[in-house]
């Protein structure tokens, strides 16, 4: 059973940054791609990032393109989302999720099988 785990979340002005962290315990062999969704109050979740095992395939949605970066640390079982010059629209809950067969980093959750808890990021004007 693969447990999910984010941190990395907070309070940051507008222009700032912060790095999230998703941390895979247990099967974690087994995870491929993972995605990062975040979710808005009042807003249906939505895809932000995601990253191939490999790392060599990204993908990411329009808003975060240029700003967001996803990376992965395979022999630490930790996925990235460093997040840049944010705003405050970026402010959600953010989760990470694992598909545990071979796949692309695809944009929709049902792809995804395990998902973590969630951060709260919080984008101050």
């Known amino acids: 059973q693969v447990q999910l785990v984010e941190s990395g979340g907070g309070l940051v002005q507008a222009g700032g940054s912060l790095r999230l962290s998703c941390v895979a315990h247990g099967g974690t062999s087994n995870i491929y791609s993972v995605g990062w969704f975040r979710q808005a109050p009042g807003k249906e979740r939505e895809f932000v990032a995601g990253i191939s095992r490999s790392g060599e395939a990204t993908n990411y949605v329009g808003s975060a393109k240029g700003r967001f970066t996803a990376s992965r640390d395979n022999a630490k079982n930790t996925v990235w989302l460093q997040m840049n010059n944010l705003k405050p629209e970026d402010t959600a809950i953010y989760y990470c999720?694992?598909?545990?067969?071979?796949?692309?980093?695809?944009?929709?959750?049902?792809?995804?099988?395990?998902w973590g808890q969630g951060t709260q990021v919080t984008v101050s004007s």
């Open positions: 999720a694992a598909q545990t067969r071979p796949n692309y980093p695809h944009s929709a959750a049902g792809w995804y099988e395990y």
